[in-house]
């Protein structure tokens, strides 16, 4: 069974600043990765989707990066701002997605 | 496409009551799942649906909780009779495949409140 950790859990940081999420899995027969943001009391917002086949995938500030045989994706955000506090969430089919606990990001001004 | 919808946006209701979710999936999508979301145990799927079969329930908690998807274009998901342990959100969503290129769209949820 497919299992999701995401570390941190939370993360303050200061407006402008670089970072990377974190997101493990223990079977790396994955089809493709997910990555989803959400918003207090919202719902989830799809960001950036990696097939098995990449290594990677851009959106914006965003970067998304994957190693299958590590079961390592990584989310990487570029120049911080207030508005990229919320939940991030990484979730891998097939079928049913299977979670992570997120990421919850508080940027500060 | 307006994206998956569901309806009630809230719902407060008594304990003993029957409480009925609803979900449209995006035209076209041959997958639907439901999702509960809590603070304790984050997301956790409940049921999922292929072409309107359902392909594993296994995370319905308990006979207290049934689905149905009675075409493609809607489904509930019905608690009877509901507890307080039931308040959560409940997520619908949907995808194209098993294995979609374009991932899972999720609806906006339904925050259900049991008191």
């Known amino acids: 069974k497919q299992e999701v950790t995401q570390i941190p859990a939370a993360l303050s940081v200061p407006e402008g600043e670089n970072l990377v999420l974190n997101c493990s899995f223990t079977d790396s027969a994955i089809y493709n990765l997910q990555w989803f943001r959400q918003d207090p009391g919202k719902g989830l917002t799809s960001l950036l989707l990696?097939?098995?086949?990449?290594r990677e995938q851009t959106s914006g500030r965003l970067n998304a990066s994957l190693d299958k045989s590590s079961g390592r994706s990584t989310l990487y955000i570029a120049a911080s701002q207030p508005g990229d506090s919320a939940t991030y969430l990484c979730?891998?089919?097939?079928?049913?997605?299977?979670f992570g606990s997120g990421t919850r990001l508080q940027v500060q001004p | 496409d307006a994206g998956v919808i569901q309806s009630p946006r809230h719902e407060v209701t008594e304990m003993g009551q029957e409480v009925t979710l609803r979900c449209k999936p995006i035209?076209?999508?041959?997958?639907l799942f439901w999702y509960r979301q809590t603070m304790m145990r984050g997301l956790e799927l409940l049921i999922y649906?292929?072409?309107?079969?359902?392909?594993?329930d296994s995370g319905m908690p308990e006979d207290r909780f049934s689905a149905k998807m009675p075409n493609a274009s809607f489904s509930t998901l019905k608690i009877q009779p509901s507890e307080p342990r039931d308040s959560a959100v409940y997520f619908c969503?949907?995808?194209?495949?098993?294995?979609?290129?374009?991932?899972?769209?999720f609806g906006s949820g339904t925050r259900l409140t049991v008191v």
């Open positions: 035209s076209g999508h041959d997958y």
């Open positions: 649906f292929n072409n309107n079969v359902p392909i594993d």
């Open positions: 990696i097939q098995s086949s990449q």
């Open positions: 979730a891998l089919p097939p079928g049913a997605l299977t």
């Open positions: 969503a949907s995808s194209l495949a098993e294995d979609p290129r374009d991932g899972y769209t």
